[in-house]
């Protein structure tokens, strides 16, 4: 009967000692894990601190507001030529979208602008390119007209570079895209059909659009299929093997007045809005005084105004 006891008590220390094994093996991973999640929160703030920068603009609502309820919000994305060929001046934006973001319908709508859109700026005159606000007042300026010509509130802007697209493609890997046009390009051939865009031929992609019939409207389509196919990436990418150069590549190239704490709700509370629907602001060329624009008919203007507002929630 001692005996009995004497195995039973020596298996009891037994399993006890292999208890405080796997408890301190867990204790162990659950430190580890904590570092590492801190470690990206850390680099993610930091990268996010680097990137802001707060911008005057005619706002129409209060944006930290808008998001913290978990309602539609809305972006102007401006895409800056600086970095593109070793271009290192100020810069154009040359592609200038406007998306809005619904959680309760699950989408997130993006509308392209022509970047030679005719239209008034004040100080300026009635005849000017839309990308010309950028280049009068910056960013603040381009968010005020933008708001003004399409009478939607732009809630938050987001300014990235062209270089930046390509530190970006290096750091998240090769996307394939619809490519509906058979064109050569700065060296790279692209095929009708699926393509392949990685760091070497993005920019050859995104910004060729003298072969194209459609001029600046291929283009914009283009570089919406890329954006998209980014974005859907980013979305996908598991561990923490890339996050550091994909910050790296934000906080470089990128500037945005969405703070890190309104980064954080969008993260949780607007995820689901993955469903892309793209929608192209359209008008027709016509030389004035020598210069080329893009002369868009109100009744285009007031359809995109609408999809918009609905989008937003507004016209409720």
């Known amino acids: 009967m001692s005996n009995v006891n004497g195995r039973r008590h020596r298996k009891s220390s037994k399993n006890k ?3 405080k094994i796997v408890v301190f093996l867990l204790i162990v991973f659950f430190a580890i894990d904590g570092v590492i999640i801190a470690k990206v929160y850390n680099d993610a703030k930091n990268a996010v601190d680097t990137t802001y920068h707060k911008v005057k ?45 619904n959680p309760n319908t699950k ?4 509308v392209s602008i022509p970047r030679d859109t005719k239209v008034a700026i004040p100080g300026h005159g009635f005849e000017n390119k839309i990308n010309s606000a950028y280049t009068y007042g910056g ?21 990235m570079n062209m270089g930046g697209l390509v530190q970006l493609s290096a750091a998240l890997g090769p996307i394939k895209v619809n490519n509906d046009l058979d064109f ?10 699926k393509v392949t865009i990685n760091k070497s031929n993005i920019l050859a992609y995104t910004r060729m659009r003298y072969q194209d019939s459609r001029g600046d409207y291929g283009r914009q389509l283009r570089q919406r299929l890329v ?12 561990g923490i093997t890339k996050y ?31 469903n892309v629907k793209q929608t192209q602001l359209q ?9 080329s624009f893009q002369v868009v008919p109100q009744k285009n203007v007031n359809a995109v105004t609408k999809e918009l507002r609905t989008a937003l929630e507004l016209n409720k």
């Open 17 to 19: 000692k292999i208890l």
């Open 57 to 101: 603009h005619d706002s129409e609502r209060n944006a930290a507001r808008t998001i913290n309820n978990g309602k539609p919000f809305s972006i102007l994305l401006l895409g800056t030529d600086t970095g593109d060929y070793g271009r290192t001046y100020k810069g154009r934006t040359d592609t200038m979208m406007v998306a809005v973001v």
């Open 107 to 110: 989408k997130t709508t993006l």
């Open 139 to 159: 960013t603040s300026m381009a968010m005020n007209i933008v708001q003004s010509y399409l009478n939607v509130p732009i809630d938050h802007y987001i300014e």
């Open 184 to 193: 050569t390009n700065l060296g790279y051939h692209f095929k009708k059909g």
């Open 227 to 238: 954006l998209e196919g980014l974005v859907k990436k980013i979305a996908t990418v598991q």
């Open 244 to 274: 550091q150069s994909i910050l790296s590549a934000l906080s470089s190239n990128m500037k945005t007045d969405i703070t890190f704490s309104e980064i954080k709700t969008i993260a949780t509370k607007y995820r689901s809005a993955d």
């Open 283 to 291: 008008g027709y060329g016509k030389m004035i005084d020598g210069i």
